[in-house]
C-alpha cells in the first residue's frame, strides 16, 4: 500500500521558468510533510516542511502548498536553476502518539532535469 | 564536518556473511533513524531508535536484522546472514529533541552482497 505518491517519475523544465513537483497521500493521519533533494550516491538534503495547521510556506526559491481536503501537495520551485537537477522526494509523518512521528513515508521521486 | 556521518561509505560481502554499518548522528541529537532504499525505489523505514532504546521497529524485516544506539558510541545497523536482495543503499538520519524534528540524512552506506 503506497500512502506517499508522486505520479510523475519525471520533469524537465527550462532555466529561470517554474518548476511544479506533485505529491498525493492517502493516510489521514498524516500532518507533517517534508521534501527532500537528492543528487546520486549521496544522502537525501531537507529543503522544506510543511505542518497541517498552514496551507502554505516560503523559503526562498522553493514554496510547499497544502491542500488536506485533496490530501495533496506540491513544491514549487521558482526560478528553476541547472543545479536543481536532482530526485525529489516527500515525505509524510504523524499519526497518534510520538512514537508515529518518527516514521517518514517518502515517495518514489520525481527525476527534475533543469535545462540551461 | 557536524553532518550525520555512515561508514562504511560502501560495503561488499558474500552471501552468509554479516554486515555492520554505522552511524554517527548529528551534534546535539539524541534520535537515530534508519531507512533503505533498494534500486528505483523511494526509501523505506526501517527502524527508530533514542539512546539504549529502540522506539519504532516495525519496517525491520523479523529475522538477520537488528539496530542499536548505545549510550556511547555510534548506532548500529547489523544484518546477519545476507542474501542478494540485501543489496541496497542504507540510510541514517538524526534529529534533535523529539520524533516530530526535521530529520537530517548521512550519505548513506551502499551495500552489495555477492
Known amino acids: 500500500d503506497q500512502q506517499v505518491k508522486q505520479n510523475s517519475p519525471s520533469l524537465s523544465v527550462q532555466e529561470g521558468r517554474i518548476s511544479i513537483l506533485n505529491c498525493d497521500y492517502t493516510?489521514?493521519?498524516?500532518?507533517?510533510f517534508l521534501w527532500y533533494k537528492k543528487y546520486p550516491a549521496e544522502g537525501p538534503t531537507f529543503l522544506i516542511s510543511i505542518s497541517s495547521i498552514k496551507d502554505k510556506n516560503e523559503d526562498g526559491r522553493f514554496t510547499v502548498f497544502l491542500n488536506k481536503s485533496a490530501k495533496h501537495l506540491s513544491l514549487h520551485i521558482v526560478p528553476s536553476q541547472p543545479g536543481d537537477s536532482a530526485v525529489y522526494f516527500c515525505a509524510a509523518t504523524g499519526g497518534t502518539g510520538g512514537t508515529s512521528y518518527g516514521k517518514l513515508t517518502f515517495g518514489q521521486g520525481t527525476i527534475l532535469t533543469v535545462h540551461p | 564536518n557536524a553532518g550525520v556521518m555512515q561508514n562504511p561509505r560502501h560495503l561488499v560481502r558474500r552471501r552468509g556473511q554479516e554486515a555492520r554499518l554505522r552511524c554517527s548522528p548529528m551534534k546535539g541529537h539524541s534520535h537515530v533513524y534508519w531507512y533503505r532504499q533498494l534500486p528505483e525505489e523511494g526509501l523505506k523505514f526501517m527502524v527508530y531508535?533514542?539512546?539504549?532504546?529502540?522506539?519504532?521497529e516495525s519496517g525491520m524485516p523479523k529475522e538477520r536484522f537488528s539496530a542499536e544506539f548505545p549510550k556511547e558510541g555510534p548506532s548500529i545497523l547489523r544484518i546477519q546472514q545476507v542474501v542478494r536482495g540485501d543489496s541496497a543503499a542504507y540510510f541514517c538520519a538524526s534529529s534533535p529533541r523529539q520524533a516530530g524534528d526535521t530529520q537530517y540524512f548521512g550519505p548513506g552506506t551502499r551495500l552489495t552482497v555477492l
Open positions: 531508535l533514542q539512546k539504549e532504546n529502540i522506539i519504532d
Open positions: 493516510n489521514s493521519m498524516f500532518d507533517y
